[in-house]
């Protein structure tokens, strides 16, 4: 099994920046991917981020240019650089991991941005 444990959210007022952090513990082998979602209340889970255990990344077009995703795999963590943030990327933040044919998700750290 494995668990992931999302940190680093908060408040914070619009064009500010915040740093999530995904800590993997368990048994992590053969990770084919990770990633973050988000979901905003009353709406679907959605794509933010995601890194390939190649280093190739995908961001949602919301967020393009001013998130960026990154990995320490010595360190079995995952972050999420927000910049110029906006009151519409308030949602509650997710850490997803594929390792094979299974997958698993953080319990998602909130992130409430003020206009």
């Known amino acids: 099994q494995v668990q992931l444990v999302e940190s680093g959210g908060g408040l914070v007022q619009a064009g500010g920046s915040l740093r999530l952090s995904c800590a993997a513990s368990?048994?992590?082998?053969?990770?084919?991917?990770m990633g973050w979602y988000r979901q905003a209340p009353g709406e679907q889970r959605e794509l933010v981020a995601t890194?390939?255990?190649?280093?190739?990344?995908n961001y949602a077009d919301s967020v393009k240019g001013r998130f960026t995703i990154s990995r320490d795999n010595a360190k079995n963590m995952m972050y999420l650089q927000m910049n110029s943030l906006k009151p519409e990327d308030t949602a509650v933040y997710y850490c997803?991991?594929?390792?094979?044919?299974?997958?698993?998700w953080g319990r998602g750290t909130q992130v409430t941005v003020s206009s």
């Open positions: 997803h991991m594929v390792q094979g044919l299974r997958q698993f």
């Open positions: 890194i390939t255990s190649g280093g190739s990344t």
């Open positions: 368990g048994t992590i082998f053969s990770i084919t991917s």
